[in-house]
């Protein structure tokens, strides 16, 4: 496993940022489910990404790229067969809870596993769901953690109102909902990002949503698509934060997502005082009833921030930028609290405890209180030994906050980096100066 020195550096210039991880997924999944070829132009080649495609494969769908663009020669709703092997998703808790939601409806059984990481995350949040469908699953603690065993067969539609606001839940239930006869409704107690939704709109299921509720109609075939994946807004918000934060930077990021569920972490810094913008491509797909992502340019320049205060109806909008928030927060003035953030604990590692250690070996004043997490700004951090914990979205972080300490910080074991974001350092390096 690698490590990386940081020293302290401003970030300048233009970038572009690698494919969006969560539309590519569900680029994947229901590219395969669809019939005919759907063309993915710019497809996440991360790790997650990779562990969808291989599933996919396995159950039969040829999925080949030429000239830069991914084609999925799509099988229909009811033309995957049983994989010969085990499904073996590795860190991705996206790939296991969709694709868990897309085997709720086949009629053959099969194994899911996955890391060691993955396979304390829990699972009954949609095996749950997907049981009261018609689903058999098995797996520990009454199927709460992979390895799990689903077969799945003819399910009924249910109406769910889900405990958490996780996207991920969301799209299980829908995705298995295409296999219900009828409509399949769910609820979120606040709205998660909605990339399913629309993708599913896009392909022409019989879907509708209204505020928090969306309705699945099931067993209305899908058609090919060509799909364009824009860049990774939650990848981009680790430089966007840097920028304000390090002292002479400027940075542009082009052609990255803005899909309104996704861009609460950039008005949240606008709100801290931030001097950041951002401007549409393509605007009107921004709007409520458009199947497509919108995208856009974001520009970010250093100023001074203030400490906001999160509430907990807040966090799933902002659920993968909280770690480089709390590094954004040691150096913005007065108390930042951000209130009910137990999901983070349930993340590829206890997000709340891996950010509050490192942030404290580097000199932040930032404690966890429960699920509450207070930090008070701005501190001057030091450089000094921190850990990955095994996690990308805490390492990136920790790159950033060795941007603005003084003296080195070393991160530990940065390999997990490539989970959602290869060519960090390469991206990075064209900044640093
Ligand atoms: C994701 C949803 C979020 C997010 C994850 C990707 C998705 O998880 O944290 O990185 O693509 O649906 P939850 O839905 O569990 O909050």
């Not at 966007?240 to 002479?248: E, F, P, Q, R």
């Not at 003084?406 to 064209?430: A, M």
């Amino acid at each position: 496993m690698s490590s990386i020195v940081i020293e302290p550096k401003r970030l300048r210039g233009e970038i572009t940022l690698p494919p969006d991880k969560s539309i590519s997924h569900r680029a994947i999944i229901i590219g395969s489910l669809a019939c005919g070829k759907t063309q993915v132009k710019n497809l996440s080649v991360c790790e997650d990404c990779l562990r969808t495609i291989d599933a996919f494969r396995s159950m039969g769908v040829a999925i080949t790229k030429s000239k830069g663009i991914f084609c999925i020669q799509g099988k229909g709703l009811n033309g995957l067969r049983k994989p010969g092997v085990k499904l073996y998703l590795g860190n991705s808790g996206t790939s296991m809870r969709l694709i868990l939601g897309v085997l709720a409806g086949q009629r053959f059984s099969c194994e899911l596993s996955g890391d060691a990481s993955l396979s304390k995350r829990p699972m009954k949040r949609v095996t749950e769901p997907l049981s009261l469908m018609g689903a058999k699953i098995r797996g520990s603690d009454g199927a709460q953690f992979a390895p799990l065993t689903i077969r799945g067969g003819a399910l009924r539609p249910i109406c769910y109102e889900t405990p958490v606001a996780s996207a991920q839940v969301k799209s299980a239930v829908l995705l298995a909902g295409l296999y219900a006869e009828g409509a399949t409704k769910v609820t979120e107690p606040a709205k998660s990002r909605d990339h399913t939704e629309r993708m599913l709109k896009k392909f022409g299921a019989d879907i509708s949503v209204e505020g928090l509720l969306v309705c699945v109609k099931g067993r209305a075939n899908l058609i090919a698509k060509v799909v364009d994946v824009p860049g990774d807004i939650s990848s981009a918000s680790f430089f966007l934060a840097g920028a304000c934060i390090s002292k002479g930077s400027q940075i542009t990021v082009k052609s990255v997502g803005l899909n309104p569920t996704r861009t609460a972490f950039l008005k949240l810094l606008q709100q801290m005082g931030a001097s950041i913008s951002w401007k549409y491509q393509n605007s009107k797909m921004a709007g409520k009833g458009y199947n497509d992502e919108a995208k856009g340019e974001v520009r970010a320049r250093c100023s001074p921030l203030k400490g906001p205060t999160i509430a907990p109806e807040q966090i799933p909008s902002l659920i993968d930028e909280l770690p480089i928030l709390m590094v954004a927060a040691t150096q913005s003035e007065g108390e930042t609290a951000i209130q009910g953030a137990g999901e983070l604990r349930l993340k590829e590692t206890d997000r709340i405890k891996a950010m509050v250690s490192n942030l404290t070996r580097m000199g932040a004043d930032i404690r966890s209180c429960g699920d509450d997490i207070i930090i008070r700004g701005p501190s001057r951090l030091a450089g000094t030994t921190v850990d990955s914990f095994n996690d990308h979205r805490t390492a990136m972080s920790m790159v950033i906050a060795g941007l603005i300490a003084r003296g080195r910080t070393t991160i530990k074991d940065i390999d997990c980096i490539n989970i959602s974001f290869p060519g960090f350092f390469d991206t990075l390096s064209r900044l640093v100066c």
